[in-house]
């Protein structure tokens, strides 16, 4: 009982697709109390799918979607009140103030503690008495993070939060994140497509892609094990045993793959040189640039 109290998202077995394309199949997955997990992946490849199955918009074909110890599609007010959920678009009470969007959407959460918005809000630097309509896109958008984090839950879910957001916004929020969740037990999911933003905040990952496979790991594993190899063109077979991706770059072949150098320079005969990388790099020589 005690391993279980632990984990706040549980997935088993689950498996779906939009007629003959399947998105997910046996995927398992477990979320536990604490955790920020960065759940990975290019445009498309069912991110969002996920989101919706946990929250109970989609039931899955077959398998288990567990948040909190109960089945997503039957999820009870006081569990769904732990849940912030950002979803995709923005509130659309454009004729309110910043201060009038706080005091509405306060009085639907018993938790809500005003100091969250205000601080993110002040971070901003704008006039609470500006009407939304009056704001910039990336303003809207950090808006609505103020009023996800007020919120005060358990289980904060941001599907694509960076939606809207410059460079400086998107740092601003992020460290303002962090200090957040600092000394608190709050579960973070969160789905982006700017893996720079990530590195430092995220702790476990699962990379979604074009397949039905899941990539499961700690961000350190995967920066440590996946690395970026070089050699002149040429030189490697994309069939090679350990290679998980090949690349051309001008008249170079870059070689991605989980083996050390050892393994790969006595599978493929050659002397590789290793490439230093962000993990964005990696991210995208694990699912491809394109």
């Not at 290793?274 to 640039?289: A, C, H, M, T």
Request: aromatic share 12%.
């Amino acid at each position: 009982m005690e391993i279980c109290d632990k984990r706040v998202i549980e997935i088993n077995n689950l498996c779906h697709s939009y007629g003959s394309k399947a998105i997910y199949k046996d995927l398992n997955l477990s979320i536990n109390k604490g955790t920020i997990f960065g759940l990975l992946g290019k445009n498309g490849v069912g991110k969002s799918t996920l989101i919706n199955l946990l929250m109970g918009y989609l039931k899955p074909e077959s398998g288990d979607c567990l948040v909190f110890g109960e089945h997503a599609n039957r999820l009870n007010p006081k569990t769904r009140a732990r849940i912030a959920l950002l979803y995709e678009g923005f509130i659309s009470y454009d004729s309110m103030t910043i201060r009038q969007a706080e005091q509405f959407f306060s009085s639907f959460y018993p938790l809500w503690q005003t100091k969250h918005f205000d601080e993110l809000m002040d971070l901003m630097d704008v006039d609470f008495n500006q009407t939304l309509s009056s704001l910039s896109f990336g303003q809207k958008s950090q808006v609505i993070l103020g009023l996800l984090m007020a919120q005060n839950a358990d289980l904060l879910i941001l599907d694509d939060y960076s939606m809207g957001l410059d460079a400086g916004y998107r740092r601003l929020f992020i460290d303002y994140l962090s200090e957040y969740l600092e000394g608190t037990q709050k579960t973070v999911l969160i789905t982006t497509h700017v893996m720079s933003d990530l590195e430092s905040l995220v702790d476990q990952i699962a990379i979604v892609d074009r397949t039905t496979s899941v990539y499961q790991s700690s961000m350190s594993d995967f920066n440590q094990a996946f690395q970026c190899y070089t050699v002149e063109e040429g030189q490697v077979s994309k069939n090679a045993r350990y290679v998980h991706r090949l690349e051309q770059h001008r008249q170079k072949q870059h070689v991605y793959s989980f083996a050390s150098q050892d393994e790969l320079e006595f599978e493929l005969g050659v002397t590789l040189r290793p490439l230093n990388q962000s993990f964005e790099d990696r991210f995208l020589g694990y699912v491809g640039k394109y």
